[in-house]
C-alpha cells in the first residue's frame, strides 16, 4: 500500500517537473496570489484556499497537497515563501521548493513557520490528492485515489467518478469506481428500484465498508423497504460466501507459506538423515549459522540490504556447509552404524554451536532488515493480500527443492551419493571414494540448512535457539514424508504446513502443534517407513 | 572364559559396594546434619543435605533412563517428561497444602487460579489435598502415558532413532501444552511456594533430612529391584532384546510386551525421582519438560557407562557436582562443557567410566590368572 | 553315533512336564505338517514369491535349492511370520493358519528357524544363550522368576555336549568361531524341541569336518522332526537329502530326489548348469 502511494506520488512529480519546466514560475497569477495567503492564512481559510487551489492550479498543486498532508509545508520567515522541509536526523533542516524539489539552503528551526494543518484538513486535502489523481495517467493510482474516495462520496464527488467512469480504461478502475458510485446510490437514494439494483452490483464486492452498510439494510431491525431488505440479505449471503472464499485462499496461502519454511527447514535434514541415514541433532545450529551469516554479511554492508541478501545465499551455504563437513570429518566418520552415538554427539555440538553463538552475539535476538522488494503485499483484491516476502520464500523453497533434486538425480555426486546409500561395500568396490561423497553429502545437506537460515532471517528474529525451534518439526516432516525420499519431504512439509495452519483458528496456536505432533506420533504407528516408504526386502532389516 | 563371569561378578561386587556407601553417606551426611553443632567443622549445611537429595533424585532419574537405554538399547530422549509429570503430581498435592496461606488467601483456589480469575477448582484437581490420591495420580499418570505410547510405539516397531524422536518430541508436546494457563497447571510459572508436606515445615532442618534420606532409600531401593529384574532370565531376554530383537522374536518372546513392561518400569523410577524431587527444590515447572533436559539425563547415563546401575548413578552425581561447580565458576562455559561431554564421550568413552573400570580391572585379573 | 539316546530321551521328557507341551494341538491326521498354497509376495513390483505350492510332510528332511533370488529365504520369512504375503495360504497341520500369527506365536508353535547369518546373542554366554531358547513360558512375569529345574540344566548341558560346547559354556557367545556360532544357533534349535525346523545355510562357513558332523545331526533329527534346510553346497544336500525341491523366480520348479532333479532338463538349464 504505502510502496504504491509511494511511486505515485514519484511518478506525479515527474509529471508536475515537465509541466513547469516551461514557465519560469510555473504558476498563473491568480495561483500565486492564493499561494501567497496561504503561510498567514489560519486554518480555517487555510481549508477555503486549498479549494481555490484546487480549482485554479490543479494537477499542479499536487506535490503542495501532499507535502502538506505529510506535515512538511513551512514558510521561511525572510522571505514568507513556502518551502517543503526535510529533517535529518541531526544538523540544520534541508529546505527545497515546493514545485520543481530544487535545493533551498539549509534553515534552523527558528527561521521556518509551519503551515499548520488538522484532521479535517488532512482529510480535504486527501480528497482533493484523490480528485486530481482521479485523472492521473498511472492506473494504480487513479484506483488508489478511488479507494480514498469510497464511501465518503458526495454529489459532486459522485458526479466526478461517473465522469471519470465513462473515460476510464482499465477494468479494476472501472470496478471500483462503479462500487463506489452503487454504494453512494444505495445510501443517497430512497427509491427501492435504485437501491436492489445498487445491491446487486454491490453482491460482488469485498469491502468492508459495502459489507458494513449492506449488513445494515439485512438486519431485522432496518428501516428499509422489503424487497430492498430481501435485495440486501441475498447480496450479504454473497459477499460472505465470497469473502469465506478468500480467507480460505489466505489460510492456504498462510498453509502453504508454513509449508515452505518446514520444507526448507527440513530438505537439508532428508538429505543428510533421509538418503545418507546420519542423524545430525545440529542441523538446527546449522540453519541458525545460516541466519547468522546473513546478519553479519548485513552489517558489512548496511547500504546495499538488497545485495547483502543476494551474497548471504551462497556465504551462508558455504559457512554451514564448511561447518558440515568439518562435523562429518571430525565426529561423525568415527561413528558409523552407530545412530544413536551420532545422535548424542551431534547434540553435544549442537549444543556448543549454540553457546559459541551466544558468546560471540549475546543471546538477544538480532533484527535482519528485508530488503525493499521483499516487503509489503501483493494485493489481489480488497479481501486477499499476500504479503511478498512469504511469497518469495514460497518460491524459494521450491527453488531449492527443484535444484537439490537436480543434483540429485542428474549430477555426478547425485549418483555417487545414491550409489553409497544404497549400497556402501558395493560402491567402495566400483571405485566411489566413499569417505569422500560422505562429506560432499553431509555439506550438501548442512549447506542447504544454512540457506534455509537465510530465509528464515527474512521472517523472524534472528537468534542462538532459531535452530532448536525447527529441529523436532524438521525430524517430524522427514519421518513423515519418508526417509530418503526428497518429494515424501516435499509434501509432507506442505501438508503438515497446512494442516497446522486449518487447525490454528479452530484451536489455538500452540494446541495446534500439539495436536500435529500426537497425529505424527499415531500416524507413524500404522505406517512407521513414513507416506512414501521404500520397499523392498533390504528395507526390512 | 572367564571373561563374563568375571564381570558379572565385579558388577555384583561393586553393586554391593555401591550400596554400602549409600547408606554410609545418607546416615552420616544425616547425622552431621542433624547431631553435630552448626559451628563444627564436621557439620553439614542443610544446604548441602538438599543439594545431596537432587543430586539422588538425578541419580534416580539416571538409572530409569540406563534401564531402559543400557540394558534394552531404547534412547528415551522424553524420560524427563516423566519426571515432570510425577513431580507435578506432587507439586499439586503440595499446592493444594497451602490452604488460605496463598497471597491472595483463598482456601480453595491455588493463588494462580485466583490470579486467571478462576471460580472454581478444574476437575483434575479434585482428591489432590489426599496425600496418598496424589502419590497414586503421579505414578498412574506417567506409568499410564510410557504403557500407551510404549504400547503404540512398540507394537508397530518403530526403533532406534525414530523412536528417539518420538519420545523428544513426546516431551516438546507435553511442554507446550503445560506452558499455557488454560492447562491449570500454574502455566509459565508452574507450581511453587509450597509450604509443608504432610504438616512438615519444608523448610525445617528434619523436614530436609528426612527428604534426603527418603531419596537415598528409593534409590537404593530402585537399585536393587533393578538388580533383581537384571539377574533374573528377564534380563536376559530384554539384554537378547538390545541385541537381537528379531532373534528373541523367533525364540518365542513377545518382545514388544517386554519393551512396553520395561518402559513402564522405567517411566515410574522417573516419576518417583520427580515427586521426590520438587519437595526439595520447592519448584517445578514447564522447564522440566523441555527436550534439553532429557537429553541431558542420557549424557549422565552415558558417562557414568550405560548398561551398569552403579554406572548411571556415578555419572549423574558426577555431571551434577560438575555443573553446580561449573556454573558457579563460569556460566558461559557450562553449555560448552557438556557439549563436549557429550562428542567426548560418545567418540572416546564408549562404556563410560565404569566400563573403563571393569576393563582394566579384568584385564589385570585375567594376566593374573594367566600368570 | 552316541546321541541318538538323549534325543530320543527328552522327547520323552515332554510327557513328563506337561508346560513343555505345545500348547495348540498340530492335527497332522493327513502326514502334512506345512502346506503352502498360491503364495505371491513382492516388493516394488518385483516378484519374489510367485503363486509357490509347497507340502512338506510330518517327519520329512527336506532340501531346497535355487539360485540367489529365487525366493528361498523369503519363503521362510513368510512361514516364519516376518513378512506378510499379497496371496496365499499357510497352513501348519490341518488347521493352524499361520499368517495370522506372529512371528512369536509361531515360534511357540513349534516352528524354528536358523538364519543365514549366524544370530546368536554376542553379549552372553553360550549358556544364557539355551537357556533363553529353552522350551518354558516365554512370558514376562514368568521371566522375572524363573529358575532352572534340574531336568532343564541337564538338557541344556547334553545340547551343550551334543553341538560340541560344553567347554565354552560360560564364554560369551560373540567370542565363538563363525563355526561355533552357527553350531549354537542349531543347539538353540535343539533345545527348544521344534516340530518344524528351518535351516538356512547351515555349512556356510563350517569346515569339512563339522559340514560332516551337521549331515549327521540333521540325518538323526529327521524323523522326530522335520527339516527343511536350504543350502547351496551340492555335496551337503547330496549327503543328507531325501526329497528335494528347486526354486525357480519365486516358484517350485522341481521336486523329486537328488537324481531325479538333477536330470530335470529345466533344472539343468537354469542353475545346475550344462556342465552338470
Known amino acids: 500500500m504505502r510502496a504504491i502511494l509511494a511511486s505515485w506520488t514519484l511518478v506525479a512529480l515527474m509529471c508536475c517537473l515537465g509541466s513547469t519546466a516551461n514557465a519560469e514560475s510555473g504558476q498563473t497569477a491568480a495561483t500565486e496570489s492564493l499561494l501567497a495567503r496561504l503561510p498567514s492564512a489560519n486554518l480555517r481559510e487555510t481549508a477555503t484556499l486549498v479549494g481555490e487551489l484546487e480549482q485554479s492550479g490543479g494537477d499542479r498543486m499536487l506535490p503542495l497537497f501532499q507535502i502538506m498532508l505529510d506535515g512538511r509545508l513551512y514558510s521561511r520567515k525572510s522571505d514568507d515563501a513556502l518551502v517543503a522541509v526535510t529533517q535529518p536526523p541531526t544538523g540544520?533542516?534541508?529546505?527545497?521548493?515546493?514545485?520543481?524539489?530544487?535545493?533551498?539552503?539549509?534553515?534552523?528551526?527558528?527561521?521556518?513557520?509551519?503551515?499548520?494543518?488538522?484532521?479535517?484538513?488532512?482529510?480535504?486535502?486527501?480528497?482533493?490528492?484523490?480528485?486530481?489523481?482521479?485523472?492521473?495517467?498511472?492506473?494504480?493510482?487513479?484506483?488508489?485515489?478511488?479507494?480514498?474516495?469510497?464511501?465518503?462520496?458526495?454529489?459532486?464527488?459522485?458526479?466526478?467518478?461517473?465522469?471519470?467512469?465513462?473515460?476510464?480504461?482499465?477494468?479494476?478502475?472501472?470496478?471500483?469506481?462503479?462500487?463506489?458510485?452503487?454504494?453512494?446510490?444505495?445510501?443517497?437514494?430512497?427509491?427501492?428500484?435504485?437501491?436492489?439494483?445498487?445491491?446487486?452490483?454491490?453482491?460482488?464486492?469485498?469491502?468492508?465498508?459495502?459489507r458494513y452498510a449492506v449488513e445494515q439494510l439485512a438486519a431485522a431491525d432496518s428501516a428499509a423497504a422489503l424487497p430492498v431488505r430481501n435485495a440486501a440479505r441475498k447480496a450479504l449471503t454473497r459477499i460472505d460466501s465470497n469473502l469465506e472464499f478468500y480467507g480460505f485462499l489466505e489460510q492456504l496461502f498462510f498453509g502453504l507459506s508454513l509449508g515452505s519454511v518446514l520444507l526448507l527447514a527440513a530438505i537439508g535434514l532428508a538429505i543428510t538423515f533421509g538418503v545418507m541415514g546420519v542423524i545430525n541433532m545440529a542441523h538446527g545450529e546449522m540453519i541458525m549459522l545460516g541466519a547468522y551469516t546473513t546478519y553479519v554479511i548485513q552489517l558489512l554492508?548496511?547500504?546495499?540490504?538488497?545485495?547483502?541478501?543476494?551474497?548471504?545465499?551462497?556465504?551462508?551455504?558455504?559457512?554451514?556447509?564448511?561447518?558440515?563437513?568439518?562435523?562429518?570429518?571430525?565426529?561423525?566418520?568415527?561413528?558409523?552404524?552407530?545412530?544413536?552415538?551420532?545422535?548424542?554427539?551431534?547434540?553435544?555440538?549442537?549444543?556448543?554451536?549454540?553457546?559459541?553463538?551466544?558468546?560471540?552475539?549475546?543471546?538477544?535476538?538480532?533484527?535482519?532488515?528485508?530488503?525493499?522488494?521483499?516487503?509489503?503485499?501483493?494485493?489481489?483484491?480488497?479481501?486477499?493480500?499476500?504479503?511478498?516476502?512469504?511469497?518469495?520464500?514460497?518460491?524459494?523453497?521450491?527453488?531449492?527443492?527443484?535444484?537439490?533434486?537436480?543434483?540429485?538425480?542428474?549430477?555426478?555426486?547425485?549418483l555417487n551419493v545414491r550409489a553409497v546409500s544404497q549400497n556402501r561395500d558395493m560402491a567402495k568396490?566400483?571405485?566411489?571414494?566413499?569417505?569422500?561423497?560422505?562429506?560432499?553429502?553431509?555439506?550438501?545437506?548442512?549447506?542447504?540448512?544454512?540457506?534455509?537460515?537465510?530465509?528464515?532471517?527474512?521472517?523472524?528474529?534472528?537468534?542462538?535457539?532459531?535452530?532448536?525451534?525447527?529441529?523436532?518439526?524438521?525430524?517430524?516432516?522427514?519421518?513423515?514424508?519418508?526417509?530418503?525420499?526428497?518429494?515424501?519431504?516435499?509434501?509432507?512439509?506442505?501438508?503438515?504446513?497446512?494442516?497446522?495452519?486449518?487447525?490454528?483458528?479452530?484451536?489455538?496456536?500452540?494446541?495446534?502443534?500439539?495436536?500435529?505432533?500426537?497425529?505424527?506420533?499415531?500416524?507413524?504407528?500404522?505406517?512407521?517407513?513414513?507416506?512414501?516408504?521404500?520397499?523392498?526386502?533390504?528395507?526390512?532389516? | 572364559m572367564t571373561e563374563s563371569r568375571s564381570m558379572l561378578r565385579l558388577s555384583g561386587r561393586e553393586g554391593t559396594l555401591f550400596i554400602g556407601v549409600l547408606f554410609a553417606v545418607t546416615v552420616l551426611a544425616s547425622l552431621a546434619n542433624l547431631v553435630i553443632p552448626e559451628d563444627s567443622f564436621l557439620h553439614v549445611s542443610t544446604y548441602t543435605i538438599t543439594l545431596l537429595g537432587k543430586y539422588l533424585c538425578y541419580a534416580l532419574l539416571a538409572l530409569s533412563v540406563d534401564v531402559i537405554w543400557g540394558y534394552c538399547g531404547i534412547l528415551s530422549l522424553g524420560h524427563g517428561a516423566f519426571f515432570a509429570l510425577g513431580g507435578y503430581g506432587m507439586g499439586m498435592y503440595l499446592m493444594r497444602q497451602i490452604g488460605?496461606?496463598?497471597?491472595?488467601?483463598?482456601?480453595?483456589?491455588?493463588?494462580?487460579?485466583?490470579?486467571?480469575?478462576?471460580?472454581?477448582?478444574?476437575?483434575?484437581?479434585?482428591?489432590?489435598?489426599?496425600?496418598?490420591?496424589?502419590?497414586?495420580?503421579?505414578?498412574?499418570?506417567?506409568g499410564v502415558l510410557a504403557f500407551v505410547f510404549?504400547?503404540?510405539?512398540?507394537?508397530?516397531?518403530?526403533?532406534?532413532?525414530?523412536?528417539?524422536?518420538?519420545?523428544?518430541?513426546?516431551?516438546?508436546?507435553?511442554?507446550?501444552?503445560?506452558?499455557?494457563?488454560?492447562?491449570?497447571?500454574?502455566?509459565?510459572?508452574?507450581?511453587?511456594?509450597?509450604?509443608?508436606?504432610?504438616?512438615?515445615?519444608?523448610?525445617?532442618?528434619?523436614?530436609?533430612?528426612?527428604?534426603?534420606?527418603?531419596?537415598?532409600?528409593?534409590?537404593?531401593?530402585?537399585?536393587?529391584?533393578?538388580?533383581?529384574i537384571m539377574g533374573s532370565r528377564l534380563g536376559r531376554v530384554i539384554l537378547s532384546i538390545r541385541d537381537g530383537e528379531s532373534r528373541a522374536r523367533f525364540l518365542g518372546y513377545r518382545t514388544e510386551l517386554f519393551k512396553v513392561w520395561l518402559f513402564v518400569y522405567s517411566a515410574l523410577l522417573a516419576a518417583v525421582a520427580g515427586i521426590l524431587y520438587v519437595p526439595q527444590v520447592g519448584i517445578i515447572n514447564p522447564g522440566e519438560f523441555s527436550p534439553l533436559n532429557s537429553i541431558e539425563v542420557v549424557?549422565?547415563?552415558?558417562?557414568?557407562?550405560?548398561?551398569?546401575?552403579?554406572?548411571?548413578?556415578?555419572?549423574?552425581?558426577?555431571?551434577?557436582?560438575?555443573?553446580?561447580?561449573?556454573?558457579?565458576?563460569?556460566?558461559?562455559?557450562?553449555?560448552f562443557a557438556l557439549g563436549a561431554l557429550f562428542v567426548y564421550v560418545t567418540l572416546l568413552l564408549p562404556h563410560g567410566i565404569a566400563g573403563w573400570f571393569t576393563r582394566r580391572f579384568a584385564s589385570k585379573s585375567v594376566k593374573e590368572a594367566a600368570a | 553315533m552316541s546321541w541318538p539316546a538323549p534325543l530320543e530321551e527328552m522327547r520323552h521328557r515332554d510327557r513328563v512336564f506337561p508346560h513343555l507341551r505345545p500348547k495348540a494341538k498340530v492335527d497332522v491326521s493327513?502326514?502334512?505338517?506345512?502346506?503352502?498354497?498360491?503364495?505371491?509376495?513382492?516388493?516394488?513390483?518385483?516378484?519374489?514369491?510367485?503363486?509357490?505350492?509347497?507340502?512338506?510332510?510330518?517327519?520329512?528332511?527336506?532340501?531346497?535349492?535355487?539360485?540367489?533370488?529365487?525366493?528361498?529365504?523369503?519363503?521362510?520369512?513368510?512361514?516364519?511370520?516376518?513378512?506378510?504375503?499379497?496371496?496365499?495360504?499357510?497352513?501348519?497341520?490341518?488347521?493352524?493358519?499361520?499368517?495370522?500369527?506372529?512371528?512369536?506365536?509361531?515360534?511357540?508353535?513349534?516352528?524354528?528357524?536358523?538364519?543365514?547369518?549366524?544370530?546368536?546373542?554376542?553379549?552372553?554366554?553360550?549358556?544364557?544363550?539355551?537357556?533363553?531358547?529353552?522350551?518354558?513360558?516365554?512370558?514376562?512375569?514368568?521371566?522375572?522368576?524363573?529358575?532352572?529345574?534340574?531336568?532343564?540344566?541337564?538338557?541344556?548341558?547334553?545340547?551343550?555336549?551334543?553341538?560340541?560346547?560344553?567347554?565354552?559354556?560360560?564364554?560369551?557367545?560373540?567370542?565363538?568361531?563363525?563355526?561355533?556360532?552357527?553350531?549354537?544357533?542349531?543347539?538353540?534349535?535343539?533345545?527348544?524341541?521344534?516340530?518344524?525346523?528351518?535351516?538356512?545355510?547351515?555349512?556356510?562357513?563350517?569346515?569339512?569336518?563339522?559340514?560332516?558332523?551337521?549331515?549327521?545331526?540333521?540325518?538323526?533329527?529327521?524323523?522326530?522332526?522335520?527339516?527343511?534346510v536350504v543350502e547351496h553346497d551340492m555335496e551337503f544336500v547330496r549327503s543328507i537329502a531325501r526329497t528335494v525341491t528347486v526354486l525357480h523366480q519365486g516358484s517350485v520348479l522341481a521336486e523329486g530326489t537328488m537324481d531325479e532333479v538333477q536330470n530335470h532338463p529345466e533344472v539343468i538349464e537354469v542353475y545346475l548348469g550344462s556342465d552338470e
Open chain 1, 92 to 210: 540544520d533542516w534541508v529546505l527545497t521548493d515546493v514545485f520543481t524539489g530544487a535545493s533551498l539552503g539549509t534553515a534552523t528551526r527558528r527561521e521556518v513557520s509551519k503551515v499548520r494543518v488538522n484532521n479535517r484538513l488532512r482529510v480535504q486535502l486527501r480528497e482533493a490528492i484523490a480528485r486530481i489523481q482521479l485523472n492521473a495517467e498511472d492506473a494504480g493510482a487513479r484506483l488508489a485515489a478511488v479507494d480514498t474516495l469510497f464511501g465518503d462520496l458526495n454529489d459532486s464527488s459522485a458526479a466526478l467518478l461517473s465522469e471519470r467512469r465513462d473515460l476510464e480504461t482499465d477494468d479494476k478502475v472501472k470496478g471500483a469506481i462503479e462500487e463506489a458510485l452503487a454504494l453512494y446510490r444505495l445510501r443517497s437514494s430512497s427509491e427501492p428500484a435504485v437501491q436492489v439494483a445498487a445491491l446487486n452490483v454491490l453482491a460482488e464486492s469485498l469491502n468492508t465498508e459495502v
Open chain 1, 301 to 414: 554492508m548496511p547500504d546495499h540490504i538488497g545485495l547483502s541478501l543476494w551474497i548471504a545465499i551462497p556465504a551462508a551455504f558455504l559457512v554451514s556447509g564448511l561447518v558440515g563437513v568439518i562435523i562429518e570429518r571430525g565426529v561423525i566418520r568415527f561413528l558409523k552404524g552407530r545412530p544413536l552415538e551420532t545422535l548424542l554427539a551431534t547434540f553435544g555440538i549442537s549444543l556448543i554451536l549454540q553457546q559459541a553463538v551466544r558468546t560471540i552475539f549475546s543471546p538477544l535476538n538480532r533484527q535482519v532488515a528485508s530488503p525493499e522488494w521483499m516487503s509489503g503485499s501483493l494485493e489481489i483484491n480488497a479481501a486477499l493480500s499476500i504479503t511478498y516476502n512469504r511469497l518469495y520464500i514460497l518460491l524459494f523453497a521450491l527453488l531449492v527443492f527443484a535444484l537439490l533434486q537436480l543434483i540429485l538425480k542428474k549430477t555426478s555426486l547425485g
Open chain 1, 429 to 541: 568396490a566400483m571405485g566411489i571414494r566413499t569417505e569422500w561423497v560422505d562429506a560432499m553429502t553431509f555439506g550438501l545437506g548442512s549447506g542447504v540448512a544454512g540457506v534455509a537460515g537465510v530465509a528464515l532471517s527474512q521472517l523472524t528474529n534472528v537468534g542462538p535457539n532459531l535452530g532448536q525451534s525447527y529441529i523436532i518439526d524438521s525430524f517430524m516432516v522427514v519421518v513423515f514424508g519418508g526417509v530418503g525420499n526428497l518429494l515424501g519431504t516435499l509434501v509432507g512439509g506442505f501438508t503438515l504446513g497446512v494442516a497446522n495452519k486449518f487447525l490454528e483458528p479452530m484451536t489455538g496456536a500452540v494446541l495446534a502443534n500439539i495436536l500435529i505432533l500426537v497425529f505424527i506420533i499415531l500416524f507413524i504407528q500404522k505406517r512407521p517407513k513414513g507416506l512414501f516408504p521404500q520397499k523392498g526386502r533390504a528395507a526390512n532389516d
Open chain 2, 100 to 142: 488460605d496461606r496463598g497471597v491472595y488467601g483463598n482456601p480453595e483456589l491455588p493463588d494462580f487460579m485466583v490470579f486467571l480469575n478462576w471460580q472454581e477448582l478444574p476437575w483434575y484437581w479434585y482428591g489432590f489435598d489426599n496425600f496418598g490420591f496424589a502419590m497414586l495420580m503421579a505414578l498412574l499418570v506417567p
Open chain 2, 150 to 228: 510404549g504400547w503404540l510405539a512398540f507394537r508397530s516397531r518403530v526403533t532406534g532413532v525414530y523412536l528417539s524422536i518420538m519420545t523428544q518430541a513426546l516431551t516438546y508436546a507435553l511442554m507446550l501444552a503445560f506452558f499455557r494457563n488454560e492447562m491449570g497447571f500454574g502455566g509459565n510459572n508452574g507450581l511453587t511456594d509450597f509450604k509443608d508436606l504432610l504438616g512438615f515445615d519444608l523448610q525445617a532442618d528434619g523436614t530436609r533430612v528426612a527428604l534426603f534420606m527418603a531419596t537415598a532409600l528409593c534409590l537404593g531401593g530402585a537399585f536393587l529391584a533393578s538388580r533383581y
Open chain 2, 299 to 335: 549424557v549422565w547415563v552415558a558417562v557414568g557407562g550405560r548398561g551398569t546401575l552403579y554406572g548411571a548413578v556415578i555419572g549423574a552425581l558426577l555431571v551434577n557436582y560438575a555443573k553446580t561447580r561449573f556454573t558457579a565458576i563460569l556460566p558461559e562455559g557450562w553449555l
Open chain 3, 30 to 228: 493327513k502326514n502334512v505338517l506345512l502346506y503352502v498354497e498360491g503364495v505371491s509376495v513382492s516388493f516394488d513390483g518385483f516378484k519374489a514369491l510367485n503363486n509357490l505350492n509347497l507340502y512338506i510332510n510330518e517327519g520329512e528332511l527336506r532340501c531346497l535349492i535355487g539360485a540367489n533370488g529365487a525366493g528361498k529365504t523369503t519363503m521362510m520369512d513368510v512361514i516364519t511370520g516376518k513378512t506378510p504375503c499379497d496371496e496365499g495360504t499357510v497352513y501348519f497341520g490341518q488347521s493352524i493358519d499361520l499368517l495370522k500369527r506372529s512371528e512369536p506365536e509361531i515360534a511357540q508353535l513349534g516352528i524354528g528357524r536358523k538364519f543365514q547369518k549366524p544370530t546368536v546373542f554376542e553379549a552372553q554366554s553360550v549358556f544364557a544363550n539355551l537357556e533363553l531358547a529353552l522350551k518354558a513360558s516365554k512370558g514376562i512375569w514368568y521371566s522375572l522368576r524363573a529358575s532352572l529345574s534340574g531336568p532343564q540344566r541337564d538338557r541344556i548341558d547334553e545340547i551343550l555336549a551334543l553341538i560340541n560346547l560344553s567347554e565354552a559354556r560360560e564364554q560369551l557367545a560373540g567370542s565363538l568361531s563363525h563355526g561355533q556360532k552357527q553350531w549354537l544357533e542349531i543347539g538353540m534349535l535343539l533345545v527348544s524341541d521344534p516340530r518344524l525346523l528351518f535351516l538356512d545355510e547351515p555349512v556356510a562357513g563350517m569346515t569339512a569336518q563339522e559340514t560332516e558332523r551337521t549331515a549327521e545331526l540333521l540325518n538323526t533329527l529327521a524323523g522326530d522332526h522335520t527339516v527343511v
